[in-house]
C-alpha cells in the first residue's frame, strides 16, 4: 500500500527516494495506521521535503486515503453522483460486457472497449448475463466469489458502508487499479471492480427474489446495486484522476522544450515561463558549484614561508594560492523582428533567469535600429519589456548594417579579451548592409563571438542570408530555435567560462 | 496495532505538553516530527519565515529532554577547522620544543641513525592524539556521553562544501578524522538543522532529514503564545495585539512581523504601560513590529483601516 501511494506521490512531482520510502515505512511502523492525522502529519515530515511538495502532498493523501464513498438508504440517494458524470452508464455498460465476459475471453472484453451500447435495455442485458454468465464468471473466482456472493447481497441489505468500502478497496486491488492509466479505462475498471465483488451474484439473487415474489425486497437491493455503481464510478474517477494528474503536464513540458520556439501556441507560454525558470535554476545550480571549485588552489610557497617566519620558520599558517574567479561578461544582440522574436524572448528570459551566475549581461535587441534593453529585462516584466523593446526598436524592415554599428557604438569600448559576443538572429539583411565590418571588428577585440541561428543550416546563405558573410568572423556558430537549444548554449558558455 | 498508536499518540501529547510547560507553544506537527526524530534517530530540518521559533524549538527541546544544546552557527566560508575540530598548533609546538631539548637524553646509547631512528619509532604518536584536538561543535555533539541536541543554525548560509561534509555526521553519527580514524557518537545527538531559505538546501541533504515547516501561528495559537511569552499582559491588550499583527501580516509587505516581532510588541506595551491600544501608540511603536522604512510607511498610511478592521476604536483622529 506505501509503494502504491508513493507512485502516486512521485506522479504528483514530489521527489521520493526508495531510502525515504524505507523512512516511511518505519514511520507507519512507529504511528501505526489508526490515527488519520497523525500518519498524515508523520508522512508529510517523511517525504515533502518543500513546502510546495507538503501541498501536494496533502492533496495526495486526503485522496488516496478517501474511503470510496456512498450513501445508503440516507434521504437523499443521488446527492453523490452529480459527481459522477454518467450515473447511467456503467451500469449498463458493465451489464452489457458483462455478457462479453461470459463468453469467455477476458482479454476481449478488455480491449473493447465499454460504451457503445446504450441502447440496450438494462433488465435485457441483465437478463443474458444471468443466464450465460452465471456459471461462466463464477470460473474467474470461484472460492472468493462464493464466499462475496452472500456478503455482498447482507452488504447492501444490512447498508453496511464500511465492509461496502473496504469490499470496493479490496476489489480495486484485486483487478490491478494502480496500474490505470487513461480516463477511457474507468468504465472497464469499474465493471471489473463490480464484477469482483459479486455483481453476477447480486443479480441473481435480484432475480431469485423477483421470481419469489418479494418484489419490495428486490427494489431495495436493485437500489443498492446503483447507489453501489456509483460509489464505484466515481471512486475510480478519483483514483485515476490521481494518477494522471500529472502525468499529462509531464508529457507536455517534455514535448514544449523541444518544439521549435516560433511555433509555440500562446497558451502555453505560462508553462514555458515555468519550464524555463526551473532548468536556469538548474544551470545556476550546476555551475554555481563550479565557480566554489576555484576558491581552492595549489599552495603559495613564497607567501606562506613570509607569513611564517614569526613562527621561528616553522610552517603553521599556510597561504593558498587562489584560482582567479572569471565571471563571463556578455553582450547579446537579439533581432525581434518577425518570426525570430519568439526566440529572442525565451532566449532572453532564459539568460536573465541566470542573472545569479551571469551579473554581467547587456542585452541589445534591434530590428533597425538597436537599443539597449538591460536595465528594463532586470526589473521588467518579461512580456511588458517585450512590448516595449518592439515599439522602441521594432517596426521597420530588419537592418544589420545600421544595429551592428548601433551595437558597436554603445559597446565596442568595452570588449576586451574577457567578453563574449552573442548575436541571435536569422541574418537576412533584406540584402543591405549585413554589417560584417563591424562584426569583424568585434571579433578581434572579443574573447569570442557566437552567432546564433533559429534557421536550420541548411537554409544558411540562401536568399537574402548573410550567414556565410558574417559566420567567417564568429568563434561558434549554432542553430537555436527550442528551449533545449537555448539551454544548451548557455551551458556551454558557463562551461567555457570557468 | 491500536496499542502501538495510543503508545505513539501518548508520547505526543506529552511532549506537547512538556514543550508547553517550558513556555514554547508548539502544534501537533511540531510534537509529531520531534517524536518521529527521536524514534527514527533522523536529523530534523526545520525551515520557515524568519522568527517563527526555530531556534527556540531547538532550545525548549533540549530543555525539555535535560540535554545539553550545542550550537553551531553557520555562514559563508564556514569550514571542518570551525565546525569539528582542530588541532591546537601551539601547543603542538610547545610539544615539539620541549622535545628538542629531551631528544638528546632520549638518544643517548645510540650509535648509529639506524638505531635511533628505531627507537624514536617506539614512541607512540602523541603529536596527532586528542591531547592536542580542539574540539568543535559537532564533535564536542558526538563525544558528549547522554547525547545532545545540536543545532546547526542557518544551515542555507553555508557552502555547498559543507552541507556535503554534514552528510556523513547525519546519517552515520560518524565522522573521520584523517589523523584519529572515525569518531564514532557514544549516543547519536538530535539534530535541528534550521533554515530560512536563502539557498535551496541539496537533496542529498534532504533526504536524510525530516522536514518540518513551520508557518507563521493563527491567531488562536499566536494568542497562547503571547499569554505564556508575556503573563503581565491583560486578555482585551492580548487580543487587540493579536488581531492587529495578524491584519498587518496579510498586507503585502516586504518582512511580515514574525511571532518575535509580536512578543517584542507586546512587551513594549507592557514597558510603557498602556492600557489601550491607541493609533497614537501604534505609530510610534510600528518600528518595533516592522523592520523596513518602506513597509512602515505602507502600514502607517493603513493604521486606521487595521484598527476598524481589528475592531480598534482610533482615540486621536488620524491626520
Given amino acids: ?498 | 496495532m491500536t496499542e502501538m498508536k495510543n503508545q505513539a499518540q501518548d508520547a505526543i501529547e506529552a511532549i506537547l505538553a512538556g514543550y508547553e510547560k517550558l513556555g514554547y507553544i508548539s502544534d501537533e506537527q511540531i510534537a509529531t516530527a520531534l517524536f518521529l526524530a527521536q524514534k527514527l534517530e533522523k536529523p530534523l530540518l526545520v525551515e520557515g519565515p524568519p522568527g517563527v521559533g526555530k531556534t527556540e524549538l531547538a532550545k525548549a527541546t533540549a530543555e525539555y529532554l535535560g540535554l545539553d544544546m550545542i550550537r553551531l552557527q553557520c555562514y559563508e566560508g564556514l569550514d571542518e577547522s570551525k565546525a569539528l575540530y582542530e588541532w591546537q598548533y601551539g601547543k603542538q609546538l610547545l610539544y615539539t620544543q620541549v622535545l628538542k631539548e629531551k631528544l638528546g637524553d632520549l638518544m643517548q646509547g645510540t650509535n648509529s641513525l639506524d638505531e635511533s631512528m628505531a627507537k624514536l619509532n617506539n614512541f607512540e604518536d602523541v603529536f596527532f592524539s586528542e591531547q592536542f584536538l580542539q574540539t568543535r561543535p559537532l564533535l564536542q555533539a558526538l563525544q558528549n556521553e547522554d547525547g545532545a541536541v545540536l543545532l546547526i543554525d542557518e544551515i542555507d548560509k553555508s557552502d555547498d562544501e559543507f552541507e556535503a561534509f554534514l552528510l556523513e555526521i547525519l546519517s552515520d553519527y560518524q565522522i573521520s578524522i584523517p589523523e584519529l580514524g572515525t569518531v564514532k557518537a557514544k549516543k547519536p545527538p538530535l539534530v535541528f538543522l534550521t533554515s530560512n531559505n536563502t539557498r535551496e538546501i541539496g537533496d542529498a541533504l534532504k533526504r536524510r532529514c525530516l522536514h518540518l515547516y513551520i508557518p507563521f501561528p493563527d491567531a488562536a495559537r499566536e494568542n497562547t503564545i503571547l499569554q505564556a511569552r508575556v503573563p503581565e499582559l491583560n486578555q482585551q491588550l492580548r487580543d487587540n495585539i493579536v488581531n492587529f499583527v495578524q491584519a498587518v501580516r496579510q498586507m503585502d509587505l516586504k518582512k511580515p512581523p514574525a511571532v518575535s516581532e509580536t512578543i517584542d510588541w507586546a512587551r513594549t506595551v507592557v514597558l510603557l504601560n498602556m492600557s489601550v491600544l491607541d493609533a497614537e501608540f501604534i505609530r510610534n511603536t510600528l518600528n518595533v513590529l516592522l523592520k523596513f522604512r518602506s513597509d512602515i510607511e505602507n502600514v502607517e498610511g493603513e493604521i486606521a483601516r487595521l484598527m476598524r478592521e481589528t475592531q480598534l476604536t482610533p482615540d486621536t483622529p488620524i491626520q
Wanted: with cysteine.
Fill in chain 1, 1 to 498: 500500500m506505501i509503494a502504491d501511494f508513493i507512485r502516486i506521490l512521485r506522479a504528483a512531482d514530489i521527489q521520493v527516494s526508495p531510502a525515504e520510502a524505507i523512512d516511511a515505512a518505519a514511520v507507519i511502523e512507529e504511528i501505526g495506521i489508526g490515527e488519520r492525522r497523525l500518519l498524515k502529519h508523520a508522512l508529510g515530515h517523511t517525504l515533502a521535503k518543500t513546502q510546495f511538495e507538503k501541498q501536494s502532498f496533502d492533496e495526495c493523501f486526503d485522496i488516496y486515503f478517501k474511503p470510496p464513498e456512498m450513501n445508503l438508504g440516507e434521504a437523499t440517494p443521488t446527492s453523490d453522483s452529480g459527481e459522477a458524470p454518467e450515473p447511467d452508464a456503467p451500469s449498463q455498460d458493465s451489464a452489457g460486457d458483462a455478457t462479453d465476459d461470459a463468453d469467455g475471453e477476458e482479454g476481449e472484453a478488455q480491449e473493447g472497449q465499454p460504451g457503445d451500447q446504450p441502447g440496450a435495455p438494462t433488465g435485457e442485458a441483465k437478463k443474458t448475463s444471468k443466464k450465460s454468465g452465471d456459471p461462466a464468471s463464477d470460473e474467474t473466482g470461484e472460492g472468493e466469489a462464493d464466499t462475496q456472493r452472500a456478503s455482498l447481497v447482507d452488504m447492501l441489505t444490512q447498508k453496511d458502508q464500511a465492509a461496502l468500502q473496504a469490499a470496493i478497496s479490496e476489489a480495486a486491488q484485486k483487478v490491478g487499479l494502480a496500474d490505470a492509466k487513461l480516463f477511457t479505462q474507468q468504465g472497464m475498471f469499474s465493471r471489473r471492480i463490480m464484477e469482483s465483488m459479486g455483481l453476477a451474484q447480486l443479480d441473481a439473487h435480484i432475480r431469485q427474489l423477483e421470481e419469489n415474489g418479494e418484489s419490495g425486497k428486490a427494489d431495495g437491493l436493485r437500489e443498492g446495486r446503483g447507489q453501489l455503481f456509483e460509489a464505484v464510478f466515481d471512486f475510480v474517477e478519483r483514483q485515476i484522476a490521481m494518477r494522471t494528474k500529472n502525468a499529462g503536464r509531464l508529457l507536455r513540458e517534455d514535448a514544449l522544450s523541444r518544439i521549435r520556439l516560433s511555433n509555440l501556441d500562446r497558451s502555453d507560454m505560462k508553462i514555458m515561463r515555468g519550464l524555463i525558470q526551473r532548468l536556469a535554476k538548474r544551470l545556476a545550480s550546476r555551475h554555481s558549484r563550479q565557480r566554489k571549485k576555484s576558491r581552492r588552489g595549489m599552495l603559495d610557497i613564497r607567501r606562506t614561508m613570509r607569513r611564517n617566519v614569526a613562527y621561528d620558520g616553522n610552517l603553521f599558517e599556510l597561504s593558498w594560492r587562489r584560482t582567479k574567479v572569471e565571471r563571463p561578461k556578455l553582450l547579446v544582440l537579439c533581432d525581434v523582428s518577425g518570426s525570430v522574436a519568439a526566440v529572442s524572448q525565451f532566449f532572453l528570459m532564459f539568460l536573465y533567469s541566470l542573472d545569479e551566475v551571469m551579473p554581467k549581461t547587456r542585452s541589445f535587441v534591434f530590428s533597425n535600429r538597436a537599443g539597449e534593453i538591460s536595465d528594463m529585462m532586470r526589473d521588467g516584466d518579461m512580456d511588458q519589456v517585450m512590448e516595449q523593446a518592439l515599439r522602441e526598436f521594432g517596426g521597420g524592415s530588419t537592418d544589420y548594417g545600421m544595429s551592428m554599428m548601433d551595437f558597436a557604438e554603445a559597446t565596442l569600448d568595452t570588449i576586451d579579451h574577457r567578453t563574449t559576443v552573442m548575436i541571435l538572429g536569422d541574418a537576412r539583411s533584406n540584402y543591405g548592409d549585413p554589417g560584417h565590418l563591424v562584426l569583424k571588428e568585434m571579433h578581434e577585440r572579443a574573447r569570442r563571438v557566437i552567432w546564433l541561428n533559429p534557421e536550420g543550416e541548411s537554409s544558411w546563405g540562401t536568399g537574402d542570408s548573410e550567414m556565410k558573410r558574417l559566420g567567417a568572423y564568429c568563434t561558434h556558430k549554432q542553430v537555436c530555435n527550442s528551449v533545449k537549444h537555448v539551454e544548451r548554449v548557455l551551458d556551454d558558455l558557463l562551461r567555457l567560462s570557468t
